[in-house]
T-cell receptor
């Protein structure tokens, strides 16, 4: 089975802190994604990557950046966390030919 | 732009049948997905439709009409464990690598 692992299940940070969310997949997938999920808004795409060192903005990239130095790892960075970034963050991956996304178990981030 | 609509909440009785509808308007179309998400957990893949018609998989079936921009997920012989959110998502090939756009989800409550 494909495994997508997110480093933290729950995270509490202070406003202005730099936050790193890590995601690792073990199936050699080319494509990786970061979503945030908020009540009433569903999943919204922040950034995605289709290859090492490649990244594309999603629908809501403001306030975020990403890093993909290795194929299996996709990091989401909040340069200066703000309270409106309190959310559930979900990482996902898929191969070029596989249709479905495989999700990690999510990181619930609270910014105080 | 992309717009995906589905009801916010539904309630159904154990053993019954429930149909969850999804309508979409997207720039392009290359498949519609249904995901199940239990509270506090990651979404898991249920079904994929790219051609018109009904796809059946055990107690779950999914239907697609591309001309109408419409899909539904049919759950038969409902069980208590089917209480979850059901996410409709459309893949739009005009927007990047396997990118999915999600609806806000339908929270289904199964009652005894």
């Amino acid at each position: 089975d494909v495994k997508v692992t997110q480093s933290s299940r729950y995270l509490v940070k202070r406003t202005g802190e730099k936050v790193f969310l890590e995601c690792v997949q073990d199936m050699d997938h080319e494509n990786m994604f970061w979503y945030r999920q908020d009540p009433g808004l569903g999943l919204r795409l922040i950034y995605f990557s289709y290859d090492v060192k490649m990244k594309e903005k999603g629908d809501i990239p403001e306030g975020y950046s990403v890093s993909r130095e290795k194929k299996e790892r996709f990091s989401l960075i909040l340069e200066s966390a703000s309270t409106n970034q309190t959310s559930m963050y979900l990482c996902a991956s898929t191969s070029q030919i596989n249709e479905k996304l495989f999700f990690g178990s999510g990181t619930q981030l609270s910014v105080l | 732009g992309q717009n995906i609509d589905q009801p916010t909440e539904m309630t159904a009785t154990e053993g019954a049948i429930v149909q969850i509808n999804c309508t979409y308007q997207t720039s392009g179309f290359n498949g519609l997905f249904w995901y199940q998400q239990h509270a506090g957990e990651a979404p898991t893949f249920l079904s994929y439709n790219v051609l018109d018609g009904l796809e059946e998989k055990g107690r779950f079936s999914s239907f697609l009409s591309r001309s109408k921009g419409y899909s539904y997920l049919l759950l038969k012989e409902l069980q208590m464990k089917d209480s979850a959110s059901y996410l409709c998502a459309v893949r739009d090939p005009l927007t990047g690598a396997n990118n999915l756009f999600f609806g806000t989800g339908t929270r289904l409550t199964v009652i005894p």
